[in-house]
């Protein structure tokens, strides 16, 4: 039997799938948007944009952010316990509609 591969993106079709009017490249405004240190953003993956992906098992977490890095911001949160921190373009995070603290 064939090996199946291990790449950044396997198992990943029905994850990165997208709706057929959501196909292509988001508005220019994704790429855009800025976050401020403590803001809650959730990880959303944009598949058509490979640069600043985080790994996909982060698919719907919500993090915290600590810091810009470059174009990108730095990330943390939970996972098992333990604190990890991501590097994500901002293409792939959505704010929250809670503000820092949690309240609405």
């Known amino acids: 039997m064939v090996k199946s591969s291990k790449g950044f ?3 990943t079709r029905g994850t990165f799938r997208k709706h057929v009017r959501e196909r292509g490249l988001p ?14 953003v959730i990880i959303r993956i944009e598949s058509s ?7 996909p098992r ?11 890095v470059g174009r990108s911001y730095l990330i943390a949160f939970l996972d098992g316990g333990k604190e ?8 792939h995070l959505l704010p929250t509609s809670k503000g820092p603290t949690g309240s609405a």
């Open 9 to 11: 993106r396997s198992r």
């Open 58 to 68: 982060y698919q719907g977490r919500v993090a915290t952010v600590r810091a810009q």
């Open 84 to 91: 990890k921190q991501v590097i994500a373009h901002p293409v």
């Open 49 to 55: 944009e490979p640069h600043g992906m985080p790994h």
């Open 27 to 40: 508005p220019v405004t994704r790429f855009l948007k800025t976050f401020e240190v403590g803001d809650r």
